[in-house]
């Protein structure tokens, strides 16, 4: 691995890229902090794909663009007389070095969940009175999957919390339950509050079991993608389009998929 000099090498090189692209290219002069934090979101996401297909050496790429975003917005920055790339990694060492007093000062953590307890009442006095629930804190904009389960972490560090699994399964059967009544209704805004309901239900669920909903989910999205590419690829071979064959054969096709994942070992996803 490179060592230390290198680094800052590499680092020093990226700002003096942006330094000159600022000036000489149009499209880059042209930019605000509005204009690319879209494409910030979107470069996020691409670094997490990459990462969740063990991918690293698209992991490595993703992260090159996801830095130059942050060098892009620390050189507007510095522009406009806020801040610059310094005050950035000084901002951030000091909040990791006030939160970690484990590690730089003399306090003694024995566990993760101790730390993670600790962690929220650090942040808690730093934010002073601006934060007055346990739920703040959690950014609106989150993915809903995501922001519904970094509520119910949030609850259950104060002891809002079901004490057994075999509760919570109960509740997304309520749930469940719930949602079929109103179904049986017809009432759209009754039936998308018991979805929302059911959800959320099995978001928790999920955080209960140590699984991320959002991962759990991108998972089963492409082992379907994957199962209905199979049925596309075995419908063209036999000269037939998916849109004029019956579901039977579909059906057929999708059933031989999963035959074909469990002599691998693979979870087949339900077709929905």
Known sequence: MNNRKDKLEALGKLLDIMDELRIKCPWDREQTFESIRNNTIEETYELADAILKGDMEHTKKELGDLLLHIVFYAKMGSETGHFDIKDVA??????????????????????????????????????????????????????????????????????????????????????????????????????????????????????????????????????????FGYVETRLTAQGQQINSTTLEEMDRLWDEAKEDEKSVGQHTPQKI
Not at 124 to 136: N, P, Q, V, W
Not at 184 to 197: F, I, K, P, Q, S
Not at 215 to 227: D, G, N, P, S, V
């Open 90 to 227: 000084d901002s951030i060492s000091e909040k990791l070095i006030f939160r970690h007093p484990h590690v730089f000062g003399d306090m003694k953590i024995s566990s993760s969940d101790a730390q993670i307890e600790n962690w929220e009442r650090i942040k808690k006095r730093e934010k002073g009175d601006e934060r007055k629930s346990a739920l703040s804190g959690i950014p609106s904009h989150l993915p809903a999957l995501l922001r519904a389960q970094k509520i119910t972490e949030k609850a259950s560090r104060v002891g809002f919390d079901w004490k057994h699994v075999d509760q919570v399964v109960a509740k997304v059967m309520e749930e469940l339950q719930e949602f079929e009544e109103a179904l049986e209704t017809g009432n759209n805004e009754l039936m998308e509050a018991e979805l929302g309901d059911l959800l959320f239900a099995i978001v928790n669920l999920g955080r209960f079991l140590s699984i991320n909903p959002e991962e759990a989910l991108r998972k089963t999205i492409t082992r379907f993608q994957k199962r």
